[in-house]
């Protein structure tokens, strides 16, 4: 007969018990899981990515809901559990409200609603932990946040937009990626951490003060030893924040990040133990025999761990227990091992982060002119302890050597270099089954040759797809490749990594190819020449994309093949309105085109009129129906705000007005931006030009920049960035002269337009190929293609037409500027990003 099993909790921990569960015994229990938030399990690891916006929400997701009844498993989302009665054996719990603050979330009291009860055999509690938030006045503000789930970064998102300042209180992990992700919405960031050091659990009193320098080069002031008293505000708004010490600090909002606390107060209620913690068992089990706990909210041999590798370990053993598959199984603590990027910076901490005996052996590199810190701990010949920061290229190796407990090399340098000889100091292969092989997902090696053998995956992405692994961070890929081979002799080559769109069998240069010699001018003439007509939504855009690039002047546009933002020339906004940038060359522009921009965003009631960081103009909240009649009036060519094409050229003042400018960074920009305008390209380019190496426009950060150097030299740099990726370019040329440092950047902007993957910016492509082999290619034509891409490059500029002129022979297809229904219109825009 069928049990029941109650999980309350639909984080990570509760939806990976449930996983494991269902490989030992599909079918075994009645499964009903409880969850606060009212969406399926997702990783909270990547929500500094969501509040970037490199990642959208719906990509953090692990499990989508159909996999709650693809697996019979009913889920109460938005329900908060309260109380389990152990008499009658039954969990209660109250829905949520539909819309609940971060606060509300844990602390609020909500009992009104429609009772939920589930009868239970089993119970299995996985609450997770709470944010801690010290006593501060004035902590319920609005403008104050909390950064702990998807609906926090939508908010802060949200709130973001009319701020200048913000400041982050905690200098944890958490606090970091919490700072990282307000970057990218232009407002100024400072970090205050309580302690003398930033990120005081991963990090020594050195590698802290280093990432404090490099935090700051990035324009983040932090501030540590500094404890926050009270936040200002003026009407319930926000104004400045005071530390105990006196030091007042303006800013418009503020993130709490101090660190969490595990909920228990279920438990509590319900009659069970708890200290810190749920106090559990070595096979998680409660003072309850029935009742089991994981995760953050668990005690285990009084210890708490915040960090997900515990997780997956206390998952096996609960589920090996509860199905009965090795009633022996036991959990006996974890070695923790974290492999992190904070503000871009990789960062790895294993185990201890100082000696603790006099007899403990150091290892210890530092390289203060790139930030570089590689720290090993050893005791008794083993590796008890580690911090890389900076460098991680052997931080995998390291980590299974302190996991494993193997003993360090005669040369223990060998673990932050390499072998000298070249030999792997470790190979997968050899290692145990239960060891760990992708930490970002928790799956070990027993799980990936079990696939090897028994389900056919030949290939490292076909591993990935039935396991997971490699699917985090990627740095397992090449320790998987280790077990396929040694499974099977050789590593099997899987095309479909490298498909340029996912619906067409071939890699980008195949395509090409098929494209020219076919003569296919539209994204259905592709389909019904490659692939017998069968169509595929997910690869329309990037065709369109590609299309263009090969034919400019020529490619038929069909508008269902592309995404509502350029069908309509304006970026949607997530209520279903537009936002419209017009083109600002070289960020100058005159009292007249100031005075429209104004009169346009008083007749047509513009919500919000916002300068942007590439020294533009936004005017947001626009209806669709108005859009044709606001370019009219405005009487200025489109920006290409909402394309993936060639943006904006930002630039400094140079030598019009700077005493510093050593060259004409303003007509330069306007050059190259008139020329370049509207070129489309496998992901958005963002320029600038700089009149001196002081870089104010920020051009070592762009996908392509040039800085003045004296006597109208500039030297051009590719592949930098300064978003959710933080990277200076790459010097690629020293040009002399406007002249040709336009036909450098335009060279290169083709040879990217022609070989990178559909949303691959400049800089994944620039390390992908390399500065050198990009300079013999770009500079000494070592393939002899440098005036091809010129004349192509010329081509594409010839080509272009200003798409905001449609408005004088409007509509350029049927319904072109009917406002649709919201829901489908964010309907698309959550379906194609």
């Known amino acids: 007969m069928q049990k029941k099993l109650v999980v309350i909790g639909n984080g990570m921990a509760g939806a990976r018990v449930v996983e494991e569960i269902l490989k030992r015994a599909p079918g075994m229990f009645e499964i009903v899981m409880f969850g606060a938030e009212p969406y399926g399990n997702y990783n909270r690891i990547l929500l500094s990515n969501v509040l970037n916006q490199s990642q959208r ?99 802060i998102a949200e709130f973001a937009q009319g701020c200048r300042k913000a400041v982050v209180i905690g200098g944890g992990l958490l606090g970091l990626e919490a700072a990282r992700g307000l970057l990218t919405h232009n407002v100024e960031v400072t970090v205050i951490e309580a302690v003398n050091q930033l990120m005081p659990v991963q990090l020594d009193a050195e590698s802290g003060e280093m990432l404090k320098r490099t935090l700051e080069a990035m324009g983040i002031r932090v501030i540590v030893s500094g404890r926050t008293q009270r936040i200002h505000h003026d009407h319930n708004k926000i104004t400045g924040l005071a530390l105990q010490d006196g030091t007042l600090l303006e800013t418009d909002m503020v993130i709490i990040s101090t660190g969490i606390r595990p909920i228990t107060e279920i438990a509590q209620a319900s009659g069970i133990t708890v200290n810190k913690g749920i106090v559990c068992n070595d096979t998680m089990q409660t003072n309850v025999p029935e009742i089991f706990a994981l995760g953050e909210c668990v005690e285990h041999r009084g210890k708490i761990y915040g960090l997900v590798d515990p997780i997956w370990d206390q998952a096996r053993v609960l589920a090996d227990v509860i199905t009965g598959a090795n009633p022996s199984a036991r959990y006996e603590g974890s070695k923790t091992s974290t492999k992190l990027k904070v503000m871009g910076v990789d960062l790895v901490s294993i185990g201890i982060k100082d000696a603790e005996k006099p007899s403990d052996e150091i290892v210890l590199y530092r390289e203060l002119r790139r930030n570089i810190y590689k720290k090993i701990i050893i005791r008794d010949k083993k590796v008890i302890g580690a911090i890389l920061l900076g460098d991680t290229e052997y931080a995998d190796t390291l980590a299974q050597v302190f996991l494993t407990e193997q003993a360090v090399p005669e040369n223990p340098s060998e673990l932050l270099f390499g072998a000298v000889e070249g030999k792997a100091l470790i190979n997968a292969a050899d290692l145990p089954d239960h060891a760990q092989i992708c930490n970002c997902n928790g799956v070990c090696k027993k799980d990936i040759v079990n696939v090897i053998l028994n389900e056919d995956c030949k290939s490292v992405s076909a591993v990935g797809a039935k396991t997971k692994a490699g699917k985090g961070c990627g740095s397992c890929r090449g320790m998987i490749a280790q077990i396929i081979e040694s499974c099977l002799g050789k590593v099997s080559y899987d095309p479909a990594e490298h498909y340029y769109v996912p619906g067409i069998p071939l890699e980008k240069s195949q395509l090409v190819a098929e494209i020219r010699a076919k003569q296919l001018k539209s994204v259905s003439a592709v389909f019904a020449a490659l692939t017998a007509g069968r169509e595929d939504a997910d690869s329309k855009i990037g065709l369109a994309s590609l299309l263009k690039t090969i034919w400019p002047g020529q490619y038929e546009d069909e508008r269902d093949a592309r995404f509502i933002n350029d069908r309509v020339h304006a970026n949607i906004q997530r209520d279903g309105t537009f936002s419209v940038v017009p083109r600002i060359y070289g960020g100058v522009t005159s009292p007249d085109e100031l005075m429209r921009i104004a009169q346009v965003a008083i007749k047509y009631k513009v919500r919000m009129v916002k300068l942007t960081g590439g020294q533009r103009i936004d005017l947001l909240g626009v209806q669709k129906s108005d859009l044709p009649s606001i370019w009219r009036d405005l009487g200025i060519p489109s ?64 996908d392509v920049g040039a800085v003045a150097i004296g006597e109208d030299n500039w030297e051009i740099y590719i592949g930098g960035a300064s978003g959710g990726t933080v990277r200076k370019g790459d010097l690629l040329y020293t040009a002399k ?20 993957k559909y949303l691959e910016r400049t800089y994944g492509f620039v390390e992908r190929i390399g500065i050198d082999i990009l300079k013999s290619i770009l500079i000494e034509d070592s393939l002899g293609i440098c005036s091809q891409l010129d004349d192509r490059i010329q081509e594409a500029v010839d080509a272009y037409r200003d798409p905001w002129k449609e408005e004088a022979a409007l509509p350029a297809y049927e319904h072109q500027f009917e406002g649709p229904r919201l829901v489908e219109v964010l309907r698309e825009a959550n379906n194609n990003g």
Not at 746 to 756: I, L, N, P, T
Request: proline share 4%; aromatic share 12%; glycine share 8%.
């Open 737 to 756: 002269g406007h002249e040709e440092t336009i036909k450098i950047f335009g060279r290169f902007m083709q040879y990217y337009r022609e070989h990178a």
């Open 639 to 702: 920006g290409h705000a909402y394309t993936k094409a060639f943006r904006t050229c930002k630039s400094c003042v140079g030598t019009d007005f700077c005493r510093y400018g050593l060259g004409d960074s303003i007509s330069l920009s306007q050059e190259i931006e008139r020329r370049y305008q509207g070129i489309e390209s496998p992901h958005k380019m963002k320029l600038a030009t700089a009149g001196c190496p002081r870089n104010c426009s920020e051009a070592y950060v762009k």
């Open 57 to 155: 929400a719906e990509e953090t997701f692990l499990n989508p809901l159909s996999w709650y009844h693809e697996n019979e498993i009913t889920l109460h989302a938005g329900v908060r559990a309260v109380k389990i009665d152990t008499q009658k054996r039954c969990v209660l719990g109250y829905p949520l409200p539909a819309k609940v603050n971060a606060y509300e979330l844990y602390e609020g009291s909500f009992d009104q609603g429609a009772l939920v009860s589930e009868s239970y055999d089993h119970v299995i509690i996985a609450t997770g932990s709470r944010p801690f938030v010290p006593p501060i006045e004035g902590q319920s503000l609005s403008g104050v946040f909390l950064f702990r789930t998807i609906d926090d970064c939508q908010r």
